[in-house]
Structures are given as structure tokens and as C-alpha cells.
């Protein structure tokens, strides 16, 4: 179960890096050069990139606690390059460029872009992705989710006793390695959903 995750992921992965290529392949075909934009939306990818062979790296060294907060940022992505369909993406480019935060730049309705106003708008096309970010939340924010990786209660005789492991972690159950997984294949999938978007749309207006 746990390999099968990892193939989907892996698909997942090469989708999104294939997305780019066809983007880059069609800019270099049909304009002078790589639009800037183009090159915002292949650094998000790039990151996604490196974040999930990261992730697979960490989780299979039992180094849970940093995989998990992975997936907040991998959702992070998904927020950055959705910003670009609300907005003017040149302005959007040059703001970023200089150093401006996506949530200090105004939509085309004058709206600041804040994460909480990206999600709202973003659950309603990407099913449960305001539930994704709740959940996950708490991977990069220290939260209960840390203190069980190193932490393990046990009952004997209506006394509970905590096993502590200091500077380690305790293996995780197969459970919640599925868990795990799952929330990086949805947050991913979106991803793949978002610059596939980018491109048809770049591409149409041509």
C-alpha cells in the first residue's frame, strides 16, 4: 500500500515537471523567448519538485515530523500559483520580484491576496481544499501531531505512563504513513490541476 502512494505520487511529480515542459515548449515555438510568467509558474513547480523528493527522503528516515510540514508548503504552492489567474501576472511578477508578499498584491477586484482569501476561493473549484489547509496546519505550526511522533502513552492499571524519546522520533503506524501520504497525493493532484489550468489558459488565448 504504502509503495503504491509513492507511484502515485511519483506520477504526479513528473506530471506537473511534464506541464512545464509543454509551457516552456510552446513559449519558445510561438513567442520570442520564456515569459516571465512562465518562469514564475516553472519555480513553483521546481519547488514542488524538490519538496517531494524531500519528503520521500525524510519519510523513509523515519524523520517524520519535518515530512509532514512538507505538505503545508507543498498547499503553499498550490495558493502562489492560483494567485496568478486573479491578477494582472506581470504586475504580479514585478511585485514578487521586488520583494512584496503575495498578500500585500490586490486581485482585479481590489482584494489584498491574504491566504485565508486564496483558500476560500480556492475550495470552491479544488473539492475540500480549505479542509486540506486546516488539517495540515498543524505540521508546520507545533501542535499535537508533533508531541505523538515522540511521545507514547500507555494504560496499566488505570495509571497512564508516557515513553519519551528524546532527539528521535518512534515509527509511525502504516495507518498514519497512509495518512500522510494521502494529504501530499491531494495537495500535489491540486497542484498538477492548478499549472495544467495555467497552461490551457496561457495557451488558448493565443
Known amino acids: 500500500m504504502i509503495e503504491e502512494k509513492f507511484e502515485r505520487l511519483h506520477d504526479l511529480q513528473i506530471k506537473c515537471l511534464n506541464e512545464i515542459i509543454l509551457v516552456y515548449n510552446y513559449e519558445l515555438k510561438n513567442n520570442n523567448g520564456i515569459s516571465h510568467v512562465a518562469h514564475y509558474?516553472?519555480?513553483?513547480i521546481t519547488r514542488g519538485n524538490s519538496l517531494i523528493k524531500s519528503f520521500e527522503l525524510l519519510f523513509n528516515?523515519?524523520?517524520y515530523s519535518?515530512?509532514?510540514s512538507l505538505i503545508r508548503m507543498q498547499i503553499d504552492n498550490c495558493l502562489r500559483l492560483y494567485a496568478i489567474s486573479l491578477c494582472n501576472p506581470i504586475l504580479l511578477l514585478t511585485e514578487v520580484e521586488k520583494g512584496t508578499s503575495i498578500r500585500d498584491i490586490k486581485d482585479r477586484d481590489g482584494k489584498k491576496m491574504y491566504d485565508s482569501y486564496l483558500i476560500s476561493?480556492?475550495?470552491n473549484i479544488l473539492p475540500n481544499f480549505k479542509t486540506l489547509y486546516d488539517e495540515t496546519c498543524g505540521?508546520?505550526?507545533?501542535?499535537?501531531e508533533h508531541l505523538n511522533l515522540n511521545n507514547k502513552k500507555h494504560e496499566e492499571n488505570g495509571k497512564v505512563n508516557v515513553e519519551t524519546l528524546i532527539g528521535n522520533e518512534f515509527e509511525i503506524s502504516?495507518?498514519?504513513k497512509i495518512k500522510y501520504l494521502e494529504y501530499?497525493?491531494?495537495a500535489t493532484y491540486n497542484l498538477y490541476r492548478l499549472i495544467y489550468s495555467y497552461r490551457y489558459d496561457s495557451q488558448k488565448t493565443k
Not at 505540521?139 to 499535537?144: C, E, K
Open 41 to 44: 509558474a516553472a519555480s513553483i
Open 61 to 63: 528516515n523515519n524523520i
Open 66 to 68: 519535518t515530512a509532514i
Open 121 to 123: 476561493k480556492l475550495d
Open 139 to 144: 505540521f508546520v505550526h507545533f501542535s499535537f
Open 174 to 176: 502504516e495507518t498514519d
Open 184 to 186: 501530499m497525493i491531494t
